[in-house]
């Protein structure tokens, strides 16, 4: 060995007895040392045939057997008697107590192709991976740790890789950029389908990472083998195997535009032995010339069509989707100068404040009167981002004029009189500039003011119920009206919870994010720790969930705890899934199999290292919220809530 460098592996070698093995770590290669017949040895820890892990096995009758497959080595020279194979044996020295072995120097490391993949992928904007390391991963996993250790990447370990996909969710609904999700084959992959599936119909960029069993033994049957592009063919847009001979930084590169240009899910999974070949002469890319401005103007024609509607309108109403989300600044420029109300749509809350004189609240099924009288008395509806499924709440009965930068988008359910097709921004901006001084619109602020109050005094009468089986969510929303963060990112999940939150609570400077389209219970604790990872202690971020929703993923909280994520979680615990048992009802159905058995949620928090509160009653609930809020780390509170006051 010419080149070698010492590396304690053991403190005192009395901790190896005779007759015994054990593996030890030398840098970042494992070593099985032996102490046989007064003498401690050290071999490659590796069986050449499995690669079965030789300090795990045990010396029999003088040989060492492995446990994998039970083949003989000498405990110290490594041959295997009878045959001409056998493990490599290494020099060891004894310092004292302290047991050494010699390596060869490390050599420098060589740019694997996953090295260049990920450093494309940095280039192109991915600063966050949620996921989990795993046999079938652990090449690609090494060139993220690469990246992390420049101060390019942020990784988080999950618990369940279906959180790390619902956290890449939110990161990408709140940010408009992709997060990385990563698993294993198999199993581990398959776990993030769910969370994919809400990036994808929430129109969230998401990159998908997932390792792959040996191309060898693909179709074979072989351990935790699943066909991860025909399992992805429907959720991911973009879908490849990184091959041999791919040119891996141009597919990385191409994942990473139809992310961000389709705002969809890309998909790469990276077969095991591919993660380590040598990247050779090639380069990671970046953005640079590759990829084009969104401003899109809408057509002349449409323009027209929609100030004329404008012009003859008298109490137009402007609906805001999530799409608008990123472009709020132009439209309520816009509702300005119309004096329009703007009503958002329940994944759309918080985009204006509720503070704000022209805002009016939340639409549909989660939504407030204040919005649906709006949208009654309204002559013109004038939507932004939105779709018109169900659960929105706006109606196809008035004259419609519908903005979105996808055509697709446009008359998606039923026709509309006006469809304009352009960036939101640029299509509001030429409006306003077509219409400035040539309008006769009503002013409805005063109007919006009087209906908040109508609605407000009906909440104050609402906070009068109580059965003592519980708060009623109105006490819960009150409650966080006042001491939630003016400025926090919110994460809610599905069931009442979220109906009661669209209903009662009055955004300031939020932003909320919810599993829209999908529905998906379990969102709120891991998208709080997405956008915890998109906005790190510059905004508070708050998860509010059900009992139900927040068990899905209960473990999370550990994940909290471990990256220091100051995350508040509120859990109105009802022992049941209300929202179940409401629909049961609904359709004339006996309520069954709704009920639960949770935890103490609160010592749960605190076995976890987190504060843990707890509420049963009114009069504790405004001292329980000021501790939450006043706490610096992560802190849950359980709020015994009744299922019949919603």
């Given at each position: 060995?010419?080149?070698?460098?010492?590396?304690?592996?053991?403190?005192?070698?009395?901790?190896?007895?005779?007759?015994?093995?054990?593996?030890?770590?030398?840098?970042?290669?494992?070593?099985?040392?032996?102490?046989?017949?007064?003498?401690?040895?050290?071999?490659?820890?590796?069986?050449?045939?499995?690669?079965?892990?030789?300090?795990?096995?045990?010396?029999?009758?003088?040989?060492?057997?492995?446990?994998w497959?039970?083949?003989?080595?000498?405990?110290?020279?490594?041959?295997?008697?009878?045959?001409?194979?056998?493990?490599?044996?290494?020099?060891?020295?004894i310092e004292?107590?302290?047991?050494?072995?010699?390596?060869?120097?490390?050599?420098?490391?060589?740019?694997?192709?996953?090295?260049?993949?990920?450093?494309?992928?940095?280039?192109?904007?991915?600063?966050?991976?949620?996921?989990?390391?795993?046999?079938?991963?652990?090449?690609?996993?090494?060139?993220?740790?690469?990246?992390?250790?420049?101060?390019?990447?942020?990784?988080?370990?999950?618990?369940?890789?279906?959180?790390?996909?619902?956290?890449?969710?939110?990161?990408?609904?709140?940010?408009?950029?992709?997060?990385?999700?990563?698993?294993?084959a198999?199993?581990?992959?398959?776990?993030?389908?769910?969370?994919?599936?809400?990036?994808?119909?929430?129109?969230?960029?998401?990159?998908?990472?997932?390792?792959?069993?040996?191309?060898?033994?693909?179709?074979?049957?072989?351990?935790?083998?699943?066909?991860?592009?025909?399992?992805?063919?429907?959720?991911?847009?973009?879908?490849?195997?990184?091959?041999r001979?791919?040119?891996?930084?141009?597919?990385m590169?191409?994942?990473m535009?139809?992310?961000?240009?389709?705002?969809?899910?890309?998909?790469?999974?990276?077969?095991?032995?591919?993660?380590?070949?040598?990247?050779?002469?090639?380069?990671?890319?970046?953005?640079?010339?590759?990829?084009?401005?969104f401003?899109?103007?809408?057509?002349?024609?449409?323009?027209?069509?929609?100030?004329?509607?404008?012009?003859?309108?008298?109490?137009?109403?402007?609906?805001?989707?999530?799409?608008?989300?990123?472009?709020?600044?132009?439209?309520?420029?816009?509702?300005?100068?119309?004096?329009?109300?703007?009503?958002?749509?329940?994944?759309?809350?918080?985009?204006?404040?509720?503070?704000?004189?022209?805002?009016?609240?939340?639409?549909?099924?989660?939504?407030?009167?204040?919005?649906?009288?709006?949208?009654?008395?309204s002559?013109?509806?004038?939507?932004?981002?939105?779709s018109?499924?169900?659960?929105?709440?706006?109606?196809?009965?008035?004259?419609?004029?519908?903005?979105?930068?996808?055509?697709?988008?446009?008359?998606?359910?039923?026709?509309?009189?006006?469809?304009?097709?352009g960036?939101?921004?640029?299509?509001?901006?030429?409006?306003?500039?077509?219409?400035?001084?040539?309008t006769?619109?009503?002013?409805?602020?005063?109007?919006?003011?009087?209906?908040?109050?109508?609605?407000?005094n009906?909440?104050?009468?609402?906070?009068?119920?109580?059965?003592?089986?519980?708060?009623?969510?109105?006490?819960?929303?009150?409650?966080?009206?006042?001491?939630?963060?003016?400025?926090?990112?919110?994460?809610?999940?599905?069931?009442?919870?979220?109906?009661?939150?669209?209903?009662?609570?009055?955004?300031?400077?939020?932003?909320?994010?919810?599993?829209?389209?999908?529905?998906?219970?379990?969102?709120a604790?891991?998208a709080?720790?997405?956008?915890?990872?998109?906005?790190?202690?510059?905004?508070?971020?708050?998860?509010?969930?059900?009992?139900?929703?927040?068990?899905?993923?209960?473990?999370?909280?550990?994940?909290?705890?471990?990256?220091?994520?100051?995350?508040?979680?509120?859990?109105?615990?009802?022992?049941?899934?209300?929202?179940?048992?409401?629909?049961?009802?609904?359709?004339?159905?006996?309520?069954?199999?709704?009920?639960?058995?949770?935890?103490?949620?609160?010592?749960?928090?605190?076995?976890?290292?987190?504060?843990?509160?707890?509420?049963?009653?009114?009069?504790?609930?405004?001292?329980?919220?000021?501790?939450?809020?006043?706490?610096?780390?992560?802190?849950l509170?359980?709020?015994?809530?009744?299922?019949?006051?919603?």
């Open positions: 060995m010419k080149d070698k460098q010492w590396y304690k592996v053991l403190n005192n070698k009395s901790f190896l007895v005779e007759g015994r093995v054990m593996t030890v770590h030398a840098g970042t290669k494992e070593i099985c040392l032996t102490h046989y017949q007064g003498e401690i040895c050290a071999l490659d820890n590796k069986c050449p045939h499995q690669g079965g892990p030789l300090g795990e096995g045990s010396i029999e009758k003088g040989l060492l057997r492995c446990p497959h039970g083949w003989d080595y000498h405990p110290c020279t490594g041959k295997a008697p009878g045959f001409d194979d056998g493990v490599e044996p290494y020099p060891v020295k004292g107590d302290a047991v050494f072995v010699a390596l060869e120097t490390p050599k420098e490391h060589r740019l694997t192709i996953s090295d260049i993949m990920a450093e494309t992928m940095v280039n192109w904007g991915v600063d966050t991976v949620f996921g989990m390391v795993g046999h079938s991963n652990l090449g690609l996993a090494d060139a993220l740790r690469r990246q992390e250790g420049k101060g390019k990447l942020k990784y988080i370990g999950i618990r369940h890789e279906g959180a790390g996909a619902f956290a890449a969710s939110a990161y990408g609904k709140l940010t408009g950029k992709p997060a990385a999700c990563f698993a294993i198999g199993p581990g992959s398959t776990n993030m389908f769910t969370g994919m599936w809400d990036a994808k119909v929430d129109r969230a960029p998401l990159l998908a990472l997932t390792g792959q069993v040996a191309t060898q033994v693909v179709g074979t049957g072989n351990f935790q083998e699943v066909d991860l592009l025909q399992a992805f063919q429907s959720v991911a847009y973009f879908n490849h195997r990184v091959e001979d791919s040119k891996h930084s141009e597919l590169a191409l994942a535009k139809h992310a961000l240009i389709n705002r969809d899910v890309s998909h790469l999974t990276f077969p095991d032995e591919i993660q380590t070949i040598p990247a050779g002469e090639e380069k990671a890319q970046t953005p640079d010339k590759r990829i084009t401005s401003d899109i103007a809408p057509p002349e024609k449409s323009v027209r069509q929609a100030t004329a509607l404008i012009k003859k309108s008298k109490r137009p109403v402007i609906i805001v989707g999530h799409g608008a989300r990123f472009n709020m600044p132009a439209i309520i420029y816009f509702a300005e100068m119309l004096n329009a109300p703007v009503l958002t749509t329940f994944k759309a809350k918080g985009q204006i404040s509720d503070s704000h004189s022209l805002a009016g609240g939340v639409l549909g099924r989660s939504g407030t009167p204040v919005a649906s009288h709006f949208m009654n008395e002559d013109l509806l004038i939507v932004l981002g939105a018109f499924s169900n659960h929105t709440g706006i109606t196809d009965k008035k004259p419609t004029i519908q903005v979105d930068f996808d055509p697709l988008a446009l008359a998606k359910f039923h026709k509309v009189d006006v469809q304009v097709f960036e939101l921004s640029v299509s509001v901006d030429v409006l306003n500039k077509e219409l400035s001084g040539k006769n619109t009503v002013d409805q602020t005063g109007e919006i003011a009087g209906r908040w109050n109508i609605w407000r009906e909440k104050e009468k609402r906070l009068n119920e109580y059965r003592k089986k519980g708060l009623g969510a109105i006490h819960v929303f009150d409650a966080l009206n006042r001491f939630a963060p003016e400025n926090a990112v919110m994460t809610v999940d599905v069931g009442n919870n979220a109906y009661s939150f669209g209903r009662y609570y009055e955004s300031k400077n939020n932003t909320f994010l919810m599993s829209g389209y999908l529905g998906s219970i379990g969102f604790l891991p709080a720790m997405g956008a915890w990872a998109a906005v790190g202690n510059k905004r508070p971020v708050v998860a509010v969930a059900g009992d139900g929703g927040l068990c899905q993923y209960l473990a999370e909280i550990t994940t909290l705890v471990k990256y220091k994520m100051p995350v508040k979680v509120i859990v109105l615990n009802n022992n049941e899934l209300a929202k179940i048992s409401k629909e049961q009802r609904s359709g004339n159905f006996e309520v069954w199999q709704t009920a639960l058995v949770n935890p103490d949620f609160a010592v749960y928090a605190e076995s976890c290292g987190a504060l843990g509160l707890k509420v049963s009653k009114c009069d504790q609930l405004d001292d329980a919220m000021q501790k939450l809020f006043s706490h610096p780390g992560p802190a509170l359980e709020i015994a809530t009744d299922p019949a006051l919603l």
